[in-house]
């Protein structure tokens, strides 16, 4: 789908890719519908972008179809809104999970069912989602990050198929590690200067993601992993088999990796 001249709704403009992913749709000439709770972030961005700022929590049904009754013609939708939620699964109050499946699971789903029949029905739309290269892989102390990620990804094949022949696109975006601004770099920054991530664990940039979600569009693309090719080909591996993926991790030491990033995403759950 061509980008310039549609209206584009983007979830967490607000998050260190949602910025940059902001700042190429406008550069490939999109109107945009920027969402995210956080106004000191969203209307500046909002502002330098000559974009609508509609602040919305995701979590909240009422706003969240208020916004979608608003904007239900947009031409395309950017699900990229997410909590990291890490922790082991009995740290978590049954609120805190019930938050999370709705900010990273259950909101995308409903956007994408309320806004979809009229990109039908004109022949033409874009659904984009956000993994992870946690929807692929779980990791130790991640169970409920990879839960909402392999669900996301797994609803936008399905719906990809559902929707071919309709004119509708749709393409999952799979970033790994994201260095400089986004959930990954702030955790950096709480880790105190411990670099989380063993020797030779690459990164990318959030502008690298924000091309791939441009391209996914342009391109109508199935999926677009994010991440160096050593880590791309560890996914596809243990995408393939995930027993011998789990055993490679504890090998390796995920589960004090996964410990210390756990430790810097404290309390970061809504
Ligand atoms: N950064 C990475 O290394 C990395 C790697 C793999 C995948 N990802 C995925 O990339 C996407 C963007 O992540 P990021 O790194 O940009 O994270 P981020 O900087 O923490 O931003 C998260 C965004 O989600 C929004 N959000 C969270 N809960 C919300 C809610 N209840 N209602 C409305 N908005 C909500 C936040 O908005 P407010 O703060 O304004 O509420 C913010 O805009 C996520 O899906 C994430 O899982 C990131």
């Known amino acids: 789908m061509q980008l310039r001249d549609s209206t584009v709704l983007l979830t967490g403009a607000t998050g260190g890719l949602g910025a940059a992913m902001a700042r190429a749709l406008r550069a490939k000439g999109a109107n945009l519908v920027l969402t ?52 082991l699964l009995d740290s978590f109050t049954e609120e805190e999970l019930d938050r999370i499946v709705a900010a990273n699971l ?6 994408a069912r309320a806004l979809v029949p009229a990109m039908v029905e004109r022949g033409r739309g874009h659904v984009v989602v956000v993994s992870s290269l946690s929807g692929k892989v779980a990791s130790p102390a991640s ?14 094949f399905g719906l990809r198929q559902d929707l071919e022949g309709t004119g509708v696109g749709v393409s999952v975006v799979s970033p790994g590690f994201i260095r400089d601004a986004g959930m990954f770099a702030k955790t950096l920054a709480n880790a105190g200067g411990d670099d989380v991530l063993p020797p030779g664990v690459g990164t990318c940039t959030p502008e690298q993601v924000a091309n791939a979600t441009v391209d996914a569009i342009l391109r109508d693309r199935f999926e677009v992993t994010v991440a160096p090719l050593p880590m791309r080909v560890g996914a596809t591996f243990g995408l393939a088999f995930p027993r011998v993926a789990a055993k490679t991790q504890k090998l390796s030491g995920a589960k004090e990796i996964s410990e210390k990033v756990a430790n810097a995403q404290a309390g970061w759950r809504s």
């Open 36 to 87: 995210g709770r956080n106004r000191a972030l969203l209307d500046p961005l909002a502002e330098e972008l000559g974009a609508v700022a509609a602040p919305c929590d995701l979590t909240d049904r009422v706003a969240l179809n208020a916004l979608l009754e608003e904007y239900r013609g947009v031409d395309a939708l950017i699900a990229n809104a997410a909590v990291p939620a890490t922790g």
């Open 106 to 111: 259950t909101a995308p789903i409903q956007m």
């Open 143 to 156: 169970s409920m990050y990879s839960a909402t990620k392999f669900g996301v990804r797994g609803f936008a």
